[in-house]
């Protein structure tokens, strides 16, 4: 089993709409979790933290459910820009980081 | 300010070739990292060097060796490359702090192996 497994799409969607999407991952004692966003031929850059009371960045909103193991990113009045690959990544207590091969996010006008 | 960067950007070997992929970062980060990133599998790590003068074994070590020659620099060797190494490999410096952490990646590697 992988350790952190994501939906890899892709979510089509239109500019303006919500999509949202969830990440698991397998080792409960995870200690940090992270969403990064790779758009195509590029490298992967942080998005943003994901903290255990869960957290706003303009737009897009980050959930940490520690019970069932799973992360979310909600993003909101969905933008052409937003159009990316987004990489959950799950730090190990060791501090090793485990990525998730991706969700593909398209965003149509 | 560079971040992290990474040469060459594009590389074309036949099996059984040997070739070093370089990569420096100018943020004084003492952890650094390569990635092979294939398609549907993510990004996984071939080896890390938690400070200047370590390096540890990360998911898919074999074929690959690395040096961290100093704290900025750590490259990646392939002695007799595979088309199975045919990848796009990235590294990276992390940056941990009391409520950061961050990853921050060089531009990617694509390496092609006849």
Redesign the interface.
């Known amino acids: 089993r992988k350790e952190v497994e994501q939906d890899p799409g892709p979510f089509n969607v239109p500019e303006g709409a919500t999509v949202a999407f969830n990440c698991t991952y397998s080792n409960s004692a995870s200690q940090s979790f992270f969403w990064y966003r790779q758009d195509c031929r590029k490298e992967p850059k942080l998005l943003m933290s994901v903290y255990s009371s869960g957290n706003e960045d303009g737009r897009f909103t980050a959930q940490l459910n520690r019970a069932s193991q799973y992360i979310s990113l909600l993003i909101r009045d969905s933008k052409l820009s937003d159009s990316a690959t987004y990489l959950c990544v799950v730090t190990a207590p060791d501090y090793k980081l485990s990525f998730g091969a991706g969700t593909t996010v398209t965003v149509r006008a | 300010n560079a971040g992290v960067t990474q040469t060459p950007k594009f590389q074309v070997l036949k099996t059984g070739q040997s070739m070093t992929l370089q990569c420096a970062q100018d943020m004084n980060h003492n952890s650094m990292?390569w990635?092979r990133q294939d398609p549907?599998?993510?990004?996984?790590?071939i080896y890390?060097s938690a400070s200047e003068g370590t390096t540890d074994k990360?998911e898919v070590p074999n074929g690959y060796n690395v040096s961290r020659l100093n704290k900025r620099e750590f490259s990646l060797r392939l002695e007799s490359a595979a088309p199975s190494q045919t990848s796009v490999y990235?590294c990276a410096s992390r940056r941990?702090g009391a409520v950061?952490?961050?990853?921050y990646?060089?531009?990617?590697t694509r390496l092609t192996v006849l």
């Open positions: 990292y990635y549907g599998m993510g990004l996984r790590l890390y990360g990235f941990q950061t952490d961050t990853q990646f060089g531009p990617g």
